[in-house]
């Protein structure tokens, strides 16, 4: 499968920021290196509501699949790549998830973009009427599996306790 099959797929007719993920989940298993981290990112990318997806989310961002340096556009490789050793970021999350300290995978270098996220927005429909709060961590930089931004939210990827030895780097 080729990019222009899968963006027919991912954002064809009938497909909107709530369906995307799990058209991108039926198709996954035909994917391959670059073409599955492309259709990983654009899938996740432009989605919403995605807290039912978490597990099914992080397994997608762990898979042993080559190329994960292409998750990133070269001017998100170039930013990563000049970020410090250790970076603090930040989650808008519901008070459940802190207190379990079962972390989404979505985490932002700029605290009031968490903001945003636990107070603002709304279209994250499965914790809508849930308490939030917005939890800061300081990771090192290696434990990163991409950052993204494309809609200028600083986005890392970024999920507890995986430590990638291999972080993106095109040095």
């Keep these: 499968m080729n990019k222009e099959e899968i963006d027919k797929i991912i ?3 009938g497909v909107n ?4 993920f799990p058209a991108f989940l039926k198709i996954n298993s035909q994917l391959k290196g670059e073409n599955y981290w492309y259709a990983l990112r654009n899938s996740y990318v432009n989605s919403d509501n995605l807290y039912s997806f978490s597990k099914m989310i992080k397994k997608c961002f762990l898979k042993n699949e080559p190329q994960i340096e292409s998750l990133m556009l070269p001017v998100e490789m170039e930013y990563f790549n000049n970020l410090p050793n250790q970076i603090t970021i930040y989650r808008g999350m519901t008070e459940d ?5 079962a972390f989404g995978c979505s985490w932002t270098l700029k605290k009031e973009v968490a903001e945003y996220f636990a107070y603002t927005y709304n ?7 849930i308490n ?3 939890h800061e961590l300081t990771i090192n930089k290696n434990e990163v599996i991409a950052f993204f931004n494309e809609r200028e939210e600083f986005e890392i990827i970024y999920i507890k306790t995986k430590t990638i030895n291999n972080a993106p780097s095109n040095k």
């Design 17 to 20: 920021s709530f369906n995307r």
């Design 132 to 134: 939030k709060v917005v």
């Design 11 to 13: 954002f064809g007719f």
């Design 97 to 101: 998830e802190l207190n379990q300290k």
């Design 123 to 129: 279209r994250n429909f499965d914790t809508r009427n």
